[in-house]
Every structure is written in structure tokens, then in C-alpha cells.
């Protein structure tokens, strides 16, 4: 079962929603699921931008965590694999990208929405987090470089090393967003937005993005070639159990 939907307009903008209400939670198979899409994507010529956004009322939640406690070795390093490939496809991404973002986006949601090249915020009652450390995570190589590269030095202290939540307003005020619209106009502004973006020079878009990520990108490379670090064969352990459950009680 597909976990994106994915529709083509006639002046060659994607529109790609994540599709697994109610919170658009990520696994391996929908980490697998970004990656291939978006390959397909940039080898279409047909397409020339795409909008990226969610269903509900979250844009993603991040990694769903009643799944962490069932991992096993290969599960986890299937998972390790699948968020380096998602989220690196999404960055090194060739085309204008553009992240809607309407409603949470927590943790490995965070990490999509900084993929994008613009990002736009609906104006709802959301948080904006990376809900790691309290979860007990390490971040992966290319989740921790996005986040490095696209947030601004107090942004990435306050968010990254403590779980700051933020709220649509601050979020822009903190540049972690660029816009925040009317949720009702949320869609129609980010294909606009797209749209403007498709009109650059489309070799030297992708040549300058290339360039401006290169040291991310370089990273993110080398992790999905399997160069990781020896820390993630452990990657859970039972403090991320703890913390893990101890988030889901919270929730509920």
C-alpha cells in the first residue's frame, strides 16, 4: 500500500502528499517509498518543480515510535539506511522544492521540511521540533546534516540540542520557515511558489543547489554508501526504549 500520492498539473508541478493519517508517521517502507518517488521524479522531464505536503493534521510526526521497541539489528539498520535515502534524496534533490507544511512536523518531519528550498507554513495550532534527544534517538547522518546546514546557529541549539517545540509564528521568526498563509490557501500559495521557482534556468538551479550542499551532501553520500559510523549498530538502546515509551504515555 502506497504511503504518497502523487499528481502531475498540466505546467509540469508535482504535488506529492504523504498519505498515512492521522499523523503521516515514517517506517523503512515509507522512507523507501520518498526515495524512489523522487528519482522518478527528477528523471521526468515533464516535471520542472514539486510541492511537497501532507494530509491532516500533521504534515509527519517523524518515525512512528510504537515500532522502535520491535526493531531488531537489521530492522534498525534497514531503518538507519531507509532515512539516509529518504532524506537525502529529498535534499540533493535537482528541481525546485517546495514544503507545505500544514501541521506538525516533528522529528524526521522536521528533517523533510528543511528539504525543501522554500518552505511555507500553514497558520494552525502545530509543532515544530525535533523530538530526538527526548526520545533518546541519535540522528542519522543525513537528518543531523540537514538540520546543521539549514538552521541557523541558535535555531539548530535551541530545536536540535534541547526538542524546543515552536509554533508556526515562531518558527518563522526563528527562519526555520519562510512564510506562514492561511491554511486555506496553504496549497495554492506553495504551487505558486513552485511555479516562480520552475522558471529559473533549470541547469544552473541544479547546479548552484549542488554546490551550495556540497558538504552535506558529500556526508550524506557517504552514509548511504554504507560509511556510517560504528555508533549505529547500536542504535537503540534501552535508555530509547525508555524514552520512547515514556513519549508514546505522554501522547496518549
Given at each position: 500500500m502506497s504511503h504518497l500520492r502523487s499528481t502531475?498539473?498540466?505546467d509540469g508541478i508535482a504535488v506529492v502528499t504523504f498519505a498515512r493519517p492521522p499523523m503521516n508517521a515514517m517506517d523503512s517502507e515509507m522512507l523507501e517509498e520518498i526515495a524512489a518517488l523522487f528519482d522518478r521524479l527528477a528523471s521526468d522531464?515533464?516535471?520542472r518543480a514539486a510541492v511537497l505536503t501532507g494530509e491532516g493534521k500533521a504534515f509527519s510526526a517523524g518515525l512512528d515510535l510504537k515500532l522502535l521497541p520491535t526493531l531488531d539489528a537489521g530492522a534498525q539498520h534497514r531503518l538507519?539506511?531507509?532515512?539516509?535515502?529518504?532524506f537525502g534524496t529529498l535534499y540533493a534533490w535537482p528541481k525546485p522544492l517546495v514544503t507545505a507544511i500544514n501541521g506538525h512536523a516533528i522529528a524526521g518531519g522536521m528533517v523533510v521540511a528543511l528539504c525543501?528550498?522554500?518552505r511555507i507554513v500553514a497558520d494552525v495550532p502545530l509543532k515544530a521540533s525535533f523530538a530526538e534527544v527526548k526520545v533518546g534517538v541519535r540522528y542519522p547522518v543525513a537528518a543531523l546534516d540537514v538540520a546543521r546546514s539549514e538552521l541557523a546557529p541558535t535555531a539548530a541549539r535551541r530545536m536540535v540540542l534541547f526538542g524546543e517545540e515552536l509554533d508556526a509564528a515562531g518558527a518563522v521568526a526563528l527562519q526555520v520557515f519562510d512564510e506562514c498563509v492561511t491554511p486555506d490557501t496553504l496549497l495554492a500559495r506553495a504551487i505558486a511558489r513552485a511555479r516562480k521557482d520552475a522558471a529559473l534556468p533549470p541547469d544552473a538551479f541544479a547546479t548552484i543547489k549542488?554546490?551550495?550542499?556540497?558538504?552535506?551532501?558529500?556526508?550524506?553520500?557517504?552514509?548511504?554508501?554504507g560509511q556510517a559510523e560504528p555508533r549505529y549498530f547500536s542504535w537503540l538502546t534501552e535508555e530509547t526504549r525508555a524514552a520512547a515509551a515514556a513519549a508514546l504515555r505522554g501522547a496518549g
Open positions: 502531475l498539473h498540466d522531464r515533464a516535471v538507519i539506511a531507509a532515512m539516509n535515502d529518504g525543501g528550498d522554500w549542488r554546490e551550495l550542499r556540497s558538504p552535506a551532501l558529500t556526508r550524506i553520500a557517504a552514509a548511504r554508501n
